[in-house]
């Protein structure tokens, strides 16, 4: 097959091969962009978040009552609470705690381990009652989970000595070497005022919102838990509470019902972290399914518009067909002809998505960095096109290996 | 001959009815992708607070320790921009004094119980934001029955509130509530004014925490904070732990926390100037009591550059609204050839034409004519399916009660539609044009 007959064809029909070009080059820009942000969509909605997702449910409780005005009050009623949760069939901990799963927000500080030469550590910080770790179904990759006698008998000024930290944070602070035993502290370096509190635990890394979705790092694995209860008059307080698997509906019926016979001036609010993960994903679900939905009508309409424009070109040629036919040429020689004409169309314009396909990332990318165009998108974007030119092709070369050679001799 | 021109197009609109309806829903579907994912990017971008927004100012100072320079937050600032996202209390309240701003507020958001009458409606706990006189004009927030508190109000602090038209609703049956009264805490709270019906995307004057989230439904004097110890429910951060203090009041007079949202209004660069020379005065004046460690620094912040700074546009929409437009040039690429295929087709008629007197403008513009039609019936086509888009995606959305075709999309959807058209167009029905008209009556 000589490749200069048709190239010169070509040069008399500027406008189908500027068309085609643009077309594909601009389906390839989109489809890889698009798919590229799906995935990085996909990416955040699948990493796991290092707990026991499906089986935490969290409750918020809003007190009204005005003996909740009393902080003593508020310290006895947290520890029957975690003691009437934890004794409600299904239940396998339950912890009080102000950590929120999948919500975004809660409390940060800066520490710094004494003695050792690094610059403070920014980490989340929360104060949680002792079942914590196995509430949340989280590792403990060195040392404890904490036991009773960590946190006293007071509320929220106990004196805080021993800690559980998240592996990102052990690492920054003591650089890899063993942290429990350790000593680190909050605040400001030069304040003597501050206490010193000591390392008894290290979890793994979890992967879970701290800021809005919106904002530029909304997750974050550096955090510190302390041991003490959580709660006032106007806060209320909050549990998480982890179940057997499948029990979550009739513990969340039967805590309800035995915190209200506890005490009944208040008012219960129990959440799924699954329905929190749901919410917190929404926006991604909708860019995911837009962005499917994109794809698919695109692909649809640049088959439409390739089927048009080589069907356009068969019967503007017609003639010429019959002609060449006329002349010798077989049928396969006429389908040759059409399939690579518009394999050299495509791939020019697939050269073209290319670039188009980086200028649009770039265009993306200048305010946001983690969606960066991975090249293994640009070459399936590339290959499924090269299939979907050809078989868009393939209906109209067909009708033009039919073309019969007595045309040749019809009319002018 | 405008008519004649749509007469003609409209006839051959129909003789072709199949490829037509192709034509037109080509278009329909790129105006609709486009005009939906345009008006999702619009709502924004636009003007959070019309004619206003170069004049309302996000006040934040580097109140930190010399050892502790501010980490985190949400700002895009550089690390050795950083600086708090809110302020402290008592910067607050010495800020209030400031004689510069036309307006200002210090606010931030509590949580407390409403007891209403136990026959209309159960004890709720609702965010209440707490604020100044002047908060309300400064965001041009809608009143529907009296209006905001006085500055007397303020300075007493009187107990009065503002509240929004849901909460007006529930308690009130969406009566003129003006004048009565409300008990949230231990307290009887007067109702000042009620706001009317008001959403915007994003809630423009407290941008820290879930952004896209409703305005309060209850708003009362920041003074109030002095009698009444609520405490904050936003962000807070902190950075110095403070020896001997044992109350919550203590705590709010001396804390170093920064949990307080501060907002001036300054009508002109000169005022911008001159609140700025007072800022650094204060400032200068707290590092002789000890305060403010490290080198003046402030930062006076509009809305929209906050927006921009602190990334409230969620990635996805940018995407999406590129991504819409190519998705529409797509389409038009399209109908470009389809269009010329068809104008093609009708050669022979045109040279019959052109041979019959009619010239080259007239072929010209006859063709556009027939490519703006398909552009304006396929652009209203469009413009109808993108409400549904849109009120589809709404449902999934926060904020989607804001999200909406407003006048200046429909005109923005109309343009996008006729340049689709005319792009579409003006090529294919130039090929027509350029007909010679012997060459093709030869040929017949």
Redesign the interface.
């Known amino acids: 097959m000589h490749i200069g007959p048709i190239l010169r064809a070509m040069k008399h029909n500027r406008?189908?091969v500027v068309?085609i070009v643009?077309?594909i080059a601009?389906?390839l820009?989109?489809v890889t962009?698009?798919i590229n942000?799906i995935l990085a969509?996909r990416k955040k909605m699948l990493q796991p978040s290092g707990f026991d997702d499906d089986n935490i449910v969290r409750l918020n409780i809003?007190p009204?009552a005005q003996e909740f005005r009393d902080d003593a009050f508020i310290d006895n009623i947290i520890d029957q609470d975690v003691r009437t949760i934890e004794s409600v069939p299904g239940v396998v901990a339950a912890a009080n705690t102000h950590f929120q799963l999948w919500e975004?927000?809660g409390?940060?500080?800066?520490v710094f381990a004494p003695g050792v030469a690094h610059e403070?550590v920014?980490t989340q910080v929360y104060y949680t009652t002792k079942d914590i770790t196995q509430t949340l179904g989280s590792t403990v990759i060195e040392g404890r989970p904490f036991q009773i006698g960590d946190h006293g008998i007071g509320h929220v000024v106990d004196p805080l000595t021993n800690v559980i930290i998240t592996k990102s944070v052990a690492d920054l602070l003591f650089d890899g070497q063993p942290a429990v035993g350790r000593t680190i502290q909050?605040?400001?370096?030069?304040?003597p005022?501050?206490?010193p509190m000591t390392v008894v635990g290290v979890i793994r890394d979890f992967y879970n919102p701290f800021?809005?979705?919106?904002?530029?790092a909304p997750y974050s694995d550096k955090a510190i838990f302390q041991p003490a209860r959580n709660g006032?008059f106007?806060?209320?307080m909050s549990y998480l509470i982890r179940t057997q698997p499948g029990a979550m509906k009739s513990v969340i019926a039967d805590v309800e019902k035995r915190l209200t016979a506890q005490n009944s001036g208040r008012?219960f609010e129990f959440k799924t972290t699954a329905q929190k993960k749901t919410e917190w994903f929404?926006?991604?679900?909708?860019?995911v399914t837009?962005?499917t939905c994109?794809i698919v009508?695109?692909i649809a309409?640049?088959t439409?518009?390739l089927l048009?424009?080589t069907?356009?070109a068969v019967s503007?040629r017609t003639k010429q067909i019959g002609t060449r036919r006329a002349l010798g040429a077989t049928r396969g020689d006429i389908l040759r002809y059409f399939l690579v004409e518009n394999w050299l169309l495509t791939t020019a314009g697939l050269v073209l998505g290319v670039f188009g396909a980086y200028a649009?990332n770039f265009?993306?990318v200048s305010?946001?960095s983690?969606?960066k165009l991975q090249w293994q998108l640009v070459v399936g974007g590339v290959i499924l096109l090269w299939v979907n030119g050809l078989i868009s092709t393939i209906p109209p070369a067909i009708r033009a290996m039919a073309v019969s050679p007595s045309i040749a001799t019809r009319s002018? | 001959m405008f008519g004649y021109h749509l007469k003609t197009a409209l006839k051959s609109l129909r003789r072709n009815p199949i490829l037509t309806a192709?034509l037109i829903g080509?278009i329909a579907?790129g105006i609709c992708?486009s005009t939906a994912?345009v008006t999702l990017r619009h709502m924004y971008t636009q003007d959070p607070l019309p004619g206003k927004s170069d004049k309302v100012f996000y006040v934040r100072l580097d109140s930190r320790?010399?050892?502790?320079p501010f980490?985190?937050g949400?700002s895009?600032l550089s690390s050795n921009m950083a600086i708090p996202d809110q302020i402290t209390f008592r910067d607050a309240q010495n800020l209030l004094h400031s004689p510069v701003p036309v307006r200002q507020s210090a606010t931030y958001i509590?949580?407390?119980?409403v007891?209403p009458d136990p026959k209309v409606a159960r004890?709720f706990?609702p965010d209440i934001r707490l604020c100044s006189a002047d908060f309300f004009d400064m965001f041009k927030m809608p009143f529907q029955y009296g209006g905001p508190w006085t500055k007397a109000n303020d300075a007493k602090p009187d107990q009065v509130v503002v509240i929004d038209d849901a909460t007006n609703r529930k308690l009130f049956g969406g009566d003129n509530s003006v004048g009565k009264e409300i008990r949230i805490?231990t307290r009887q709270f007067k109702i000042a004014g009620v706001l009317a019906p008001w959403r915007p995307a994003l809630r423009l004057f407290d941008l820290t925490?879930?952004?896209?989230g409703a305005p309060e439904p209850l708003y009362i004097p920041f003074n109030l904070h002095n009698t009444i110890p609520?405490?904050s429910?936003g962000?807070?951060?902190?950075?110095?732990?403070q020896?001997d203090v044992t109350t919550y009041e203590q705590l709010i007079a001396t804390s170093e926390r920064t949990f307080i949202q501060y907002w001036v209004e300054l009508p002109d660069p000169k005022a911008v100037g001159a609140y700025g020379d007072w800022l650094t005065g204060y400032i200068n004046d707290q590092k002789k009591i000890g305060r403010f460690e490290r080198p003046v620094y402030y930062r006076l912040t509009t809305i929209p550059d906050l927006i921009q700074e602190?990334?409230?546009?969620?990635?996805?929409v940018?995407?999406?609204s590129?991504?819409?437009l190519?998705?529409l040039?797509?389409?038009s690429?399209?109908l470009?050839?389809?269009l010329?295929?068809k104008f093609?087709a009708r050669i022979p008629e045109v040279s019959v034409r052109r041979a019959l007197g009619a010239s080259r403008a007239d072929i010209f513009w006859q063709h556009v004519i027939e490519c703006e039609l398909i552009g304006v019936i396929g652009g209203i086509l469009g413009i109808a399916l993108s409400a549904g888009i849109l009120a589809l995606?709404a449902r999934?959305?926060?904020n989607g009660e804001a999200l909406r075709l407003d006048g200046e999309m429909l005109i923005t959807a109309t343009f996008l539609s006729l340049v689709a058209g005319a792009v579409a167009g003006v090529?294919p029905a130039w090929?027509a044009a350029s007909v010679a008209p012997a060459m093709q009556l030869k040929?017949q």
């Open positions: 406008t189908r068309l643009l077309e601009m389906t820009a989109i962009n698009c942000v969509e809003r009204y975004g927000g409390s940060s500080t800066q403070p920014v909050q605040g400001d370096p030069t304040d005022s501050e206490k800021g809005s979705p919106t904002s530029i006032g106007s806060g209320g008012i929404s926006g991604s679900k909708i860019v837009t962005m994109i009508t695109l309409v640049t439409l518009g048009g424009l069907s356009l503007e649009v265009l993306l305010h946001v983690d969606v002018v | 192709l080509g579907l992708v994912f320790g010399k050892d502790s980490g985190g949400i895009s509590t949580r407390v119980f007891y004890p706990q805490g925490r879930n952004p896209a609520y405490q429910f962000n807070n951060s902190g950075w110095k732990r020896p602190w990334n409230l546009t969620p990635t996805g940018r995407a999406m590129v991504v819409s190519l998705f040039a797509v389409c690429v399209n470009v050839g389809i010329l295929g093609l995606l999934f959305m926060q090529y090929r040929l």
